[in-house]
C-alpha cells in the first residue's frame, strides 16, 4: 500500500516568453517503511519535487496524496498540517541552533508546534535514543561530530511522528564513515517493525543509491527509471555512440 503517490506533477518558472519547464509530469509512489533514492543531473527539479511533496511550493498541475491528504496545487498557507504533522525534513547543513543542547534543539521544534513543553522533552529524548544518541543529551552542537549532529537533525524530524521524511542531500557534509551511518540509521527506522518510517532521499552518491531499497532517476523533468544502474548504463551508452 502506498504511502505517496505522486500523479502528473508540472511546475515550471518564469515568464510565458521566458518560461522554464522544470517538472514535466512525475509520476512515482512510495510505499509505508520505504528507503527510495532519488538521483538526476544538477537542475534537474530534485529539490523543486521535494519542496512540493513537503508542501512548500505549490505544483503547476498534478495532485500528490499522502496518507489520503490531497494536495500539490495549494499554497503553503493552506497545507501547514502537511509540514506540520506529515513531512519532517532532514537537509545537508544540520540547520541546529548553536546554543542549545541536542535535546533542546529537538524539543524546541515539537514546541513550535505546540507540544506542551514537558511532553516535547520526553518525546525529545525518545527520538534521540532512536538514532543512538540519548548520552549526548546534554552536549551542544561544536561538541558533536558531523555524523552525530546529522543525527540530532534526524531525531528532530522523527520526533513529531511524521510518516514521511524528505532529505535533501543529507550526507553531503559528512566524511564516508559518517555518511554510511546515516544511511544505515535510515534503513533501521523505515524497517522498524513498530512504527517505520519512509524516507525520500536525494543523493548524488551512486553508492549510497544502490543501498536503498529502490532508486529513481530523475531526468529532463520526469522520473526516468526504477533502476538507476540501468538508467546510467544506458544514458552511457548513448554517449559513447
Known amino acids: 500500500m502506498s504511502l505517496l503517490q505522486v500523479t502528473d506533477l508540472e511546475k515550471g518558472f518564469g515568464s510565458?516568453?521566458?518560461?522554464?519547464e522544470v517538472l514535466k509530469g512525475i509520476n512515482m509512489n512510495l510505499k509505508r517503511g520505504e528507503l527510495v533514492a532519488l538521483m538526476g543531473p544538477s537542475g534537474c527539479g530534485k529539490s523543486t519535487l521535494?519542496?512540493?511533496i513537503g508542501g512548500l511550493l505549490p505544483a503547476d498541475s498534478g495532485?500528490?496524496?499522502?496518507?489520503?491528504?490531497?494536495?500539490?496545487?495549494?499554497?503553503?498557507?493552506a497545507v501547514v498540517d502537511v509540514?506540520?504533522?506529515?513531512?519532517?525534513?532532514?537537509?545537508q547543513d544540520f540547520h541546529l541552533l548553536d546554543h542549545l543542547s541536542a535535546l533542546d534543539n529537538v524539543a524546541l521544534a515539537l514546541e513550535i508546534s505546540g507540544v506542551p513543553s514537558k511532553e516535547a522533552d520526553k518525546r525529545a529524548l525518545a527520538a534521540l535514543e532512536r538514532?543512538?544518541?540519548?548520552?549526548?543529551?546534554?552536549?551542544i552542537p561544536d561538541q558533536l561530530s558531523g555524523g552525530q549532529q546529522q543525527r540530532v537533525a534526524i531525531a528532530r524530524a522523527i520526533a513529531g511522528n511524521r510518516p514521511l521524511l524528505l532529505a535533501d542531500e543529507p550526507t553531503g557534509n559528512l566524511d564516508i564513515a559518517s555518511g554510511a551511518e546515516v544511511l544505515q540509521l535510515f534503513k533501521e527506522?523505515?524497517?522498524d517493525e513498530e512504527n517505520p518510517i519512509s524516507i525520500?532521499?536525494?543523493?548524488?552518491?551512486?553508492?549510497?543509491?544502490?543501498?536503498?531499497?529502490?532508486?529513481?532517476?530523475?531526468?529532463?523533468?520526469?522520473?526516468?527509471?526504477?533502476?538507476?544502474r540501468s538508467a546510467w548504463g544506458i544514458e552511457a551508452g548513448g554517449e559513447e555512440e
Do not use: Q
Not at 131 to 139: E, P, T, W, Y
Not at 205 to 227: I, N, T
Open 16 to 20: 510565458v516568453l521566458n518560461r522554464l
Open 189 to 191: 527506522l523505515c524497517h
Open 131 to 139: 538514532v543512538n544518541l540519548s548520552d549526548r543529551a546534554d552536549h
Open 63 to 77: 495532485e500528490i496524496d499522502l496518507e489520503s491528504r490531497k494536495y500539490g496545487l495549494k499554497n503553503p498557507s
Open 50 to 52: 521535494l519542496n512540493i
Open 83 to 91: 509540514r506540520r504533522t506529515m513531512v519532517g525534513w532532514i537537509f
Open 200 to 228: 525520500l532521499m536525494v543523493t548524488h552518491d551512486p553508492d549510497l543509491a544502490s543501498k536503498a531499497d529502490r532508486m529513481l532517476l530523475m531526468r529532463e523533468g520526469k522520473v526516468a527509471a526504477s533502476d538507476i
